[in-house]
DNA sequence: TGTATAATTGAAAAAGATTTTCATTATCAA
DNA sequence: TTGATAATGAAAATCTTTTTCAATTATACA
């Protein structure tokens, strides 16, 4: 019906052509997360993808979860529990703001940001290798 | 020999007056937070403690950060893996540049941030409640 | 279309960090 | 000093995440 390929469609060519196979499992974890709205745990993603696939095993699920963060194709949202959860990763790297209630996301862009992060690094003598910008509040439906 | 109050003798100050009993594990523990310069994690806090406080438990340390925290002496470092680490708050709230090598850890501050991550939140319809700004890298010594 | 091989899987166990439980001990107000 | 109660440390419990391992399966190739 559609022309152009799924979402889900492009991260398991994404997967297939870094050398991963594709196999049942991944293709119901892969769907979940490219068509998802908000951040998943691991354990909430296990328990949507056992509906699809009953025998799938939590243990894959990070796995998959890892792959995909490797490629690029999810992100990774550190929680104050130390806790992980995951987006997916539409236009590379990007900065959240997440709803502590309901886990809605949404990207936001500062296009200065990282030339100033990278001032305020060379100030303290540090090279910059990652940062974290993260935003949490409430969304309009939570509050 | 010093006039004003040691930085510790403050701390421990705030928590009698926060109604919380001064105990020698509590003191042993709030002297190395109060002077760290970089960010101790509880099991490093709790070897340190020791040497000091042999019968010190992990456990109470835990809970001496955690009350720490919750009067603003102390605050967490969120580290990739998930782990929490602890650095003096010396100035309230205050953004983060932390060494991956050694977790020596300066702060610095970006003044019209905090008016920006407003104005980003209410774009989306969000209401601000939290924000984490953590840059990472390797510091002068270490790279 | 088989078939070999190497990747992938799920269960169970292990590993870590953090929290809870609980009996004992210590602080501090009266 | 004493009594109420907060704080302590050990052990056990939780919870997330990782590792191990034998069985299964995708895929390249004959």
Known sequence: MSASPTMSEQWLSTLQNSGYRLTGPRRVI????????????????????????????LVTVYRTLEKMEELGLVQRVHQPNGCHMYLPAARGHQHLIICQQCGKAEYFEGEDMEAFFNQVAGEHGFTLREHWLQLFGLCANCK
Do not use: S, T
């Open 30 to 57: 892969v769907e979940i997360m490219a068509a998802c709205e908000r951040a998943l745990g691991p354990l909430e993603l296990f328990d949507l993808g056992r509906k699809e696939q009953p025998g799938l095993g």
